[in-house]
């Protein structure tokens, strides 16, 4: 009788405590918003030709500005989901929000990058960025030969 009492209070609390384990699961949200949340009404009233004063009051502070090249400013965001508390993550969506400016600090292109296919895209303007100046084939080989 004391045998069978003390293995069903052994059975009992490992129930308890499998079940208190597992109570952490539940409710969990795999979703996971990182950076910057990226409201389309503030994006939409960003304009060509605005100062920068204009686009702290609409976005806040950047993620980041460029150092090299001219100003601009970077906003990013990233959202994961993980299946379970235990899993790693994966990455769903990634975008980049980028606000050029001119030397007077008025912007002059609005830019929203995002990973399509695995290639970083402009969702606005439908367009991939590529390295280099605009310049012809022709000038770029000219230019190359007389670096010899």
């Given at each position: 009788m004391r045998g069978q009492r003390f293995r069903l209070t052994s059975r009992l609390a490992v129930l308890a405590a499998m079940g208190l384990m597992l109570s952490g699961c539940l409710g969990y949200d795999g979703d996971i918003q990182h950076g910057y949340q990226m409201d389309p009404r503030a994006i939409s009233q960003l304009k060509i030709g605005e100062p920068a004063q204009q686009v702290l009051v609409a976005l806040g502070t950047p993620s980041t500005t460029s150092t090299v090249g001219g100003g601009a400013w970077y906003y990013f965001s990233q959202k994961t989901v993980r299946r379970a508390?235990?899993?790693?993550?994966?990455?769903?969506?990634?975008?980049?929000?980028?606000?050029?400016?001119?030397?007077?600090?008025?912007?002059?292109?609005?830019?929203?990058?995002?990973?399509?296919?695995?290639?970083?895209?402009?969702?606005?303007?439908?367009?991939?960025?590529?390295?280099?100046?605009?310049?012809?084939?022709?000038?770029?080989?000219?230019?190359?030969?007389?670096?010899?």
């Amino acid at each position: 009788m004391r045998g069978q009492r003390f293995r069903l209070t052994s059975r009992l609390a490992v129930l308890a405590a499998m079940g208190l384990m597992l109570s952490g699961c539940l409710g969990y949200d795999g979703d996971i918003q990182h950076g910057y949340q990226m409201d389309p009404r503030a994006i939409s009233q960003l304009k060509i030709g605005e100062p920068a004063q204009q686009v702290l009051v609409a976005l806040g502070t950047p993620s980041t500005t460029s150092t090299v090249g001219g100003g601009a400013w970077y906003y990013f965001s990233q959202k994961t989901v993980r299946r379970a508390a235990f899993l790693a993550p994966t990455v769903t969506n990634q975008r980049i929000l980028a606000v050029y400016f001119d030397k007077d600090k008025k912007v002059t292109r609005i830019a929203n990058y995002g990973l399509k296919d695995g290639k970083v895209f402009d969702f606005l303007h439908r367009t991939t960025p590529t390295g280099g100046n605009d310049e012809s084939f022709l000038r770029t080989m000219f230019s190359n030969l007389l670096r010899f």
